[in-house]
């Protein structure tokens, strides 16, 4: 379809391990954004890219998190050593450019993460 | 830092009684106030922004308004497919800052 396509859908690893999470915006968006949803809580920011521009890292929450996105369209989401905190939904969105509300961000359906 | 509360956390309404969500926040000059709904298993689905106090939008049986401190989400007769987790989140108006910050939502639950 048209919307925001993230892959896989649903992740179980053991504590740990790497796990890379694929997201591919909407075609033409320029502004791509990572959030983590867990059980309870509300979409926490991680991190932003907008174009060639260096990349908001503001919300990562430790340096076992790291992102990249190539060709300024698809971008891929690792976490390193994993730990049972890190469970939880993982969701992309993007936006036609990084800007105003009349651009707004458009979100896909996550990839749910479980950490044994 | 950026506060965004959202009340009541679970609403179950019947078919056809009208109710108003609340998202009170604190912000630092605000860009836009960001409605949400959120189905189970799927990703937050984009209902309107809101820039200035004042400002109210429409959508079906959906109205969001905006004063300086808060927003409300009117629900008006609701259909039992207006069950879902609506979500209010802000912006910031800071040059090059886009992130969202978002309140932990409304679930609201209507009976046929």
């Known amino acids: 379809g048209a919307g925001v396509s993230q892959s896989p859908s649903n992740k179980v690893t053991e504590k740990g391990k790497d796990v890379e999470l694929r997201c591919d915006p909407i075609?033409?968006?320029?502004?791509l954004y990572w959030y983590r949803q867990s059980l309870g809580q509300g979409l926490e920011f991680l991190i932003y890219f907008q174009g060639n521009s260096a990349p908001d890292k503001s919300g990562l929450p430790s340096d076992r998190f790291s992102a990249e996105r190539t060709g300024g369209s698809v971008s891929t989401l690792t976490i390193q050593r994993t730990q049972q905190e890190d469970s939880a939904v993982y969701l992309c969105?993007?936006?036609?450019?990084?800007?105003?509300?009349?651009?707004?961000?458009?979100f896909g359906d996550g990839t749910r993460l479980s950490i044994l | 830092e950026d506060q965004v509360t959202q009340s009541p956390e679970a609403l179950r309404l019947q078919e056809g009684e009208s109710s108003s969500l609340n998202c009170s926040y604190t912000?630092?000059?605000?860009?836009?106030l960001f409605w949400y709904r959120q189905d189970p298993g799927k990703g937050p689905e984009f209902l309107f922004t809101?820039?200035?106090a004042g400002e109210e939008k429409e959508k079906e049986r959906l109205k969001a308004t905006l004063t300086k401190k808060e927003s409300f989400l009117h629900i008006t007769a609701p259909k039992p497919e207006d069950s879902a987790t609506y979500l209010c989140?802000?912006?910031?108006?800071?040059?090059?800052?886009?992130?969202?910050?978002f309140g932990a939502g409304t679930t609201v639950t209507v009976r046929a």
């Open positions: 969105a993007s936006s036609l450019t990084g800007g105003a509300g009349n651009q707004p961000q458009h």
């Open positions: 912000v630092s000059g605000l860009r836009g």
């Open positions: 989140a802000v912006q910031r108006a800071r040059s090059n800052d886009y992130k969202l910050s």
């Open positions: 809101l820039y200035s």
């Open positions: 075609s033409g968006h320029t502004a």
